[in-house]
Structure formats: C-alpha cells, structure tokens
C-alpha cells in the first residue's frame, strides 16, 4: 500500500534561512509526486510536481523539490525563506486517480 | 478566475440535519473528488467520480453520499452528520493524462455540525 510521510511536524526558522522539508514515500510503481502548500486559512495549492524526467524540479515561489529513486524521497528546498512561506506544507504521491497525502509539516518563519 | 468553486464556504447545521455541500468546475476535468480535512490533519480521500463513474474509498462511512449530474459539477451529501464530520470537506478536479495527474482543490466548505 501507498504511504507517505513527513517527519517533521513543525519546523521553525529565522527569515533568509535555508528550508528542507523531508518527505518519502512507499510505493514500487510508477508515481507521481507532488507538494502543496496551505497558507494560513486558504486551500492547497500546488508548488510543484514531479511526473518523469530531470529529478531536480522547480516550483512556484522559489521552491524546488529532488526527486531520489533510490532513497524514495522528494524533499522540498528553498534557499531563503520569507516571512510570507509560513503556511502548512504537504507531500503527496499519486497513481491510479489516487492520491495520498502525508500529514503535514507546519512552517513557521520568524520575523 | 476561480476554477474549482466550493459553495458555501460555511455550513452550520444541527446534528442529524441532512446536509449538501457542492462543487463546480470550470476545467472540464474528467475526474472530480471530495476529501475531509480535519484541523491540523491531511486531507482525507472520501470518494472520486471518473467521468461518471463513482468509487468509494473503502473507509468512507455510508452517511456520506456524492452525485455528479455532469462534468461540472460533484455534490457532497451528508445524510445525518455527527459531532464527529465537523470538518473542512475540499473539492479537488484533475485532467488524467496517460499515467500523469494533477489535482487542482477548491478553497473548502468548513462545516460545524450543532
């Protein structure tokens, strides 16, 4: 069975800090991966996905994501955060009009 | 433009009160899904219609419903909520290409159960 998960719940940093948000995922087909991100009372948004191809993808706002085969993993990175990224951010894996998400790991940047 | 439309946004009804949350989009996605999301949690898969084809995910209590009468629009019946379905239920609508899907959500119905 698919799974996902995030293992940090809360992550708390200084402004121009560097951000990486752990996810991996259990699954042996083909998949699809992606983060959303929730900003504080708004609906998920996509950043970024991952179908095939160059593993390292970009998303919106600065974001970037890799995609590892060999680790399962597809970890979200920004270089510099901003006061503006703190929001709830969730890692999902998809095939088959199906969708998991993990449980979240929540983003809070000091001013 | 909004392209996954939840409405209302806010739905207050009493316990055992039959309610219906909808759905529109204007992506002519073929495939439409209705998930909870309690506070602080991920959001839960309750059941998706491919084209019109409806499939339930295998934990979904009976007391939740869903009817699509076309490609626009999915609807969200909860026959006798409980305390327990309070809850931000989110639309989400996807083009499935070959093995590649994205899902696009709607901004959410919050719904209080009294």
Redesign the interface.
Known sequence: AQSVSQHNHHVILSEAASLELGCNYSYGG?V?L?W?VQYPG?????LL?Y?SGDPLVKGIKGFEAEFIKSKFSFNLRKPSVQWSDTA?Y?CAV??A????????T?LSIRP | DAMVIQNPRYQVTQFGKPVTLSCSQTLNHNVMYWYQQKSSQAPKLLFHYYDKDFNNEADTPDNFQSRRPNTSFCFLDIRSPGLGDAAMYLCATSSVTGSQETQYFGPGTRLLVL
């Open positions: 083909t699809n992606f959303y708004q609906h998920l948004q996509l996905k179908f709830e969730f998809g095939s009009s199906k969708i998991i998400f993990g449980s979240g929540r």
